[in-house]
């Protein structure tokens, strides 16, 4: 039995200690945004943040996490009141299948938190590692510098918004 | 008081003649500046066969920083005596070669010396340079002469006195310059005398491959017994290798030639640069200088020879084996690294069998912690192997248990000293040499994709 500590919460996980993370997020907490993509590290689609850092969490195993914080896409941003990042993607229509990018916007998350003006050459090359078939690219890229403008106008999250008159 | 002035005297003589003893043997004419020749002045041929040469020497790596203009330089160096920065090679009339004769060029090649007359330090590796010929350094002066002029001013070295001196260097040159072209071995194959001369020169493997002495110049007695390099560790690449399966040939052509072998795993790091470079050279030169090297690896004795048959067959059909080293890193390599490194899927775009890793059974784990740190990266555009790094999900401890797992498990080696230092380092390390190095430090898969657009 291990606790792993996920977007704030604590969760009692009983697991064998080689178990990625990917798994214990889909199949223990039932979180579903980090997506099973090719289970080697090689696509990005499971991309979670790990203490401020992006992390590929199918390769990821669960012995690494001890008194680490995990945070997922869900613990961004809700429906109802979506992170900068999340309105970011939304409104630049970034996704078109939609799989790989719960984990294009964890690791633009990641980078901004680092480096709240990435250039267009920053952005490419933190977004290497992840694959996206549809093709998508180019929103993408507007998408993190919206969310950079967007995060930088501190009262820019949605809900602040809905509460404005 | 006059006995004072008397030994004021001597030395003020001593440091005299010291100066014009220094002057005399440090003092080199300035060769005439020229107007940059036009580009076109140069035969297409001979420009195709400096590009090949240049390929072959590597210039590239060591003379454009990442991101930066091809051959514009001032890419940091770092050695034991300081930084040392690389200069701008383009035919830019004021911050490059573009004034520079041939004959410059070639004095430079030949024994360090810029157009000015001002010494170069060893870094440049003329100490190789000199044994290529007129007609080569012709054609890799044709090659330079028509890239694209780029205005970089050379940034200043950071060394301390007295070696920020560049008479300094003329010393050194003394001491450890051995000038002279190649002479053929009768007794060799054309094939090897070719490989030797490329070897030994222009691709200059001894400078990485050859552990220094205490004054930066290559150890003559222990040539190719395994150097360092920014900070990793060039492999041992004579009789003392330590790869698993003992290189040969044909396995030496191969890897040169793909930058990867099933028997031996993936070019990384700087060598990966230097395999991405060879892939555009004709094959004839990269077969002679595996004919060469095999040669100085020299054939396995019928140990080596058993052993590596020995892990080939437990590769291929893997038996059971009794667990070794520690549980943490075992759980950590069954979980992070042994979907790739273990599941058969073939290079090079599964990883490799860690038991045919020379990185594993190697004499420290500088390699090992560096790529398990920062992973390998895709080269743009193209197909080619990739590896996540595990910077962000490990722990310092982590990699550490992790290594000495590895060890343990894959290698019949006495475990590393220093481990925990090791990762340190190249946690440290790592995130300098990412954002000083050239490109992707990594080895194209499919060498038909290079050319491609």
């Known amino acids: ?80 009141a979506p992170a900068p990042i999340q309105r970011a993607f939304m409104e630049e229509q970034a996704a078109q299948c939609g799989y790989c990018i719960a984990g ?10 680092r480096n709240p003006k990435p250039t267009d050459e920053q952005i490419r090359s933190e977004l290497e590692p992840h694959l996206c078939r549809c093709g998508t690219h180019m929103r993408i890229l507007r998408a993190v510098h919206r969310a950079s403008r967007l995060m930088d106008t501190a009262d820019a999250s949605s809900a602040s918004q809905r509460s404005a008159p | 008081m006059r006995k004072s002035r008397i030994i004021g005297s001597v ?86 070669i573009g004034r520079w004769p041939e004959a410059a060029f070639r004095r430079a090649m030949r024994s360090g010396v810029d157009r000015d ?5 060893p870094t440049f590796p003329y100490d190789h340079f000199t044994n290529v010929t007129d007609e080569d350094d012709q054609a890799l002066y044709a090659y330079l002469m028509t890239r694209q002029p780029v205005h970089a001013p050379a940034r200043a070295n950071q060394l301390s006195f007295p070696l920020d001196q560049r008479f300094v260097v003329a010393g050194w040159k003394l001491l450890f310059l051995r000038r002279g072209t190649y002479q053929p071995d ?66 030496l052509f191969a890897y040169l030639r793909d930058g990867w072998h099933p028997d031996h795993g993936v070019a990384r790091g700087p060598m990966a640069e230097v395999v991405s470079n060879l892939s555009s050279v004709p094959p004839g030169d990269i077969r002679a200088i595996a004919t060469y090297m095999a040669g100085v690896f020299g054939a396995p004795t019928p140990d080596r020879k058993r052993q590596g048959e020995a892990v080939l067959a437990q ?34 775009y599964g990883g490799v069998n860690l038991a045919l890793s020379t990185a594993i059974a190697g004499p420290d784990p500088r390699n090992v912690a560096n790529i398990v740190m920062s992973g390998v990266r895709p080269v743009e ?7 996540p790094g595990f910077a962000g999900s490990m722990n310092d401890g982590q990699v550490a248990a992790l290594l000495n797992y590895l060890r343990a498990r894959f290698s019949n080696q006495p475990a590393w000293t220093d481990v925990e230092k090791t990762v340190e380092d190249a946690r440290r390390t790592q995130i300098v040499f990412l954002q000083t190095s050239p490109g992707p430090h990594n080895a194209p898969a499919d060498p038909t994709q290079r050319d491609k657009p």
């Open chain 1, 1 to 80: 039995m291990m606790t792993l500590k996920v977007n704030g919460i604590d969760h009692q996980i009983d697991a064998d200690p080689d178990t990625p993370l990917l798994y214990v997020l889909r199949d223990d907490i039932k979180l579903n945004a980090a997506k099973f993509g090719c289970g080697l590290g090689q696509c990005g689609s499971c991309t979670v943040i790990v203490d401020g850092r992006a992390v590929l969490s199918c390769v990821t195993p669960l012995l690494l996490l001890e008194g680490k914080q995990v945070t997922t896409l869900e613990g961004l941003g809700t429906l109802e």
């Open chain 2, 186 to 251: 009768s007794a060799q194959s054309a094939e090897w005398n070719r490989g030797a001369y490329l070897v030994e020169g222009l691709a200059h493997c001894g400078s990485c491959h050859t552990p220094r002495n205490a004054l930066g110049a290559e150890r003559a007695t222990a040539q190719f017994a395994g150097g360092d390099v920014d900070n990793w560790h060039a492999y041992a690449i004579n009789a003392q290798s330590l790869a698993p399966v003992p290189w040969d040939a044909d396995a």
């Open chain 1, 104 to 113: 294009m916007m964890m690791r633009a998350q990641a980078l901004l938190q």
């Open chain 2, 11 to 96: 030395i003020a003589a001593l440091l005299i003649a010291g100066g014009v003893a220094a002057f005399a043997i440090g003092w080199r004419p300035a060769i005439a500046a020229i107007d940059p020749p036009a580009p076109q002045s140069f035969d297409a041929a001979l420009v195709k066969r400096g590009r090949e040469l240049a390929a072959i020497g590597n210039c590239n790596d060591c003379h454009t920083v990442r991101g930066g203009k091809n051959f514009a330089g001032g890419l940091p160096v770092p050695t034991p005596f300081g930084t040392i920065f690389s200069s701008n090679i383009t035919p830019d009339a004021e911050t490059g």
């Open chain 2, 117 to 121: 007359g001002q010494h170069l330090y």
């Open chain 2, 381 to 387: 555009g193209e197909r080619s192997p990739i590896m």
């Open chain 2, 315 to 348: 590769v291929r059909s893997p038996s059971a084996q009794a667990p070794k080293g520690d549980a943490a890193g075992a759980a950590i390599y069954a979980a992070a690294c042994a979907t790739c490194h273990e599941t058969g899927r073939t290079l090079p």
